[in-house]
């Protein structure tokens, strides 16, 4: 495989449920991103990390946990999510920090709809 | 504050017409970087294009090209000849040299019409 890839590219839950959503980079970066994608609302950073410390947590709720184990494994944990969390879930890498050095590269995202 | 501005929220055009999508910027910073990528029905996000502030020159790749003004603060993107692949919504983004985000603009839909 390569480039960024996510599993499940679906996920339908309930408020009460927990799930995790799985992001691999198989490019040998070593930052790591989440975002949002709502449906009238511009791409939303959630966590950023880097060297597999998160560097970057944009006041998101305690709801959405991550966890990142390596460089190349990025996970978020979902739990008694609410309707509106339901959106596109958009993981990211880099070779290093974004922007000034290195540009993102994305993966195919997860859809969630939170029931 | 950094800030990324696409006016255009829908466009269609008939296939092999040439369409432009306007990209402004906001920044405090001299040295930052413009991007832009495009998002296929798919979902996932394909990097397009990366320019340095000081590269001021234009860009052809293909059937793509950039136009980074200054001047005006804009990186605007042109299709030229499109095609219904090209179907997609395109994101501009920036960040600068004081923070490690990129930013993104809300994105333009293209619906390229067979």
Same mark, same amino acid.
């Given at each position: *495989?390569?480039?960024?890839?996510?599993?499940?590219?679906? %996920?339908?839950?309930?408020?009460?449920?927990?799930?995790? %959503?799985?992001?691999?980079?198989? %490019?040998?970066? &070593?930052?790591?991103?989440?975002?949002?994608?709502?449906?009238?609302?511009?791409?939303? %950073?959630?966590?950023?990390? &880097?060297?597999? *410390?998160?560097?970057? &947590?944009?006041?998101?709720?305690?709801?959405?946990?991550?966890e990142c184990p390596n460089s190349s494994h990025l996970f978020l944990h979902l739990h008694t999510l609410q309707p509106e969390d339901s959106a596109l879930y958009l993981c990211a890498s880099s070779p290093r920090l974004a922007g000034a050095k290195d540009t993102q590269y994305f993966g195919p995202g997860t859809r969630l709809t939170v029931l | 504050a950094q800030k990324v501005t696409q006016a255009?929220? #829908?466009? /269609?055009?008939?296939?092999? #017409?040439?369409?432009? $999508?306007?990209?402004?910027? #906001?920044?405090?910073?001299?040295?930052?970087?413009?991007?832009?990528?495009?998002?296929?029905? /798919?979902? @996932?996000?394909?990097? $397009?294009?990366?320019?340095? /502030?000081?590269? @001021?020159?234009? #860009?052809? /790749?293909?059937?793509?090209?950039?136009?980074?003004?200054?001047s005006t603060s804009s990186f605007n993107f042109t299709i030229t000849a499109s095609q219904v692949v090209d179907s997609a919504v395109y994101f501009c983004a920036l960040s600068d040299s004081r923070d490690d985000k990129i930013i993104f603009g809300k994105g333009t839909r293209l619906h390229i019409l067979p």
């Open positions: *495989e390569t480039g960024v890839t996510q599993t499940p590219r679906h %996920l339908v839950m309930g408020m009460t449920n927990k799930k995790s %959503l799985k992001c691999e980079q198989h %490019l040998g970066h &070593n930052a790591m991103y989440w975002y949002k994608q709502s449906a009238k609302k511009p791409l939303e %950073l959630m966590f950023v990390y &880097n060297f597999k *410390e998160q560097t970057e &947590n944009n006041s998101v709720p305690s709801r959405f946990s991550p | 255009q929220t #829908e466009i /269609s055009v008939v296939e092999k #017409e040439d369409v432009t $999508l306007d990209c402004v910027y #906001e920044t405090r910073d001299t040295t930052y970087y413009l991007f832009w990528y495009k998002q296929p029905p /798919s979902g @996932e996000l394909v990097f $397009l294009i990366r320019r340095n /502030s000081f590269d @001021e020159q234009n #860009e052809i /790749s293909g059937r793509y090209s950039w136009n980074f003004q200054k």
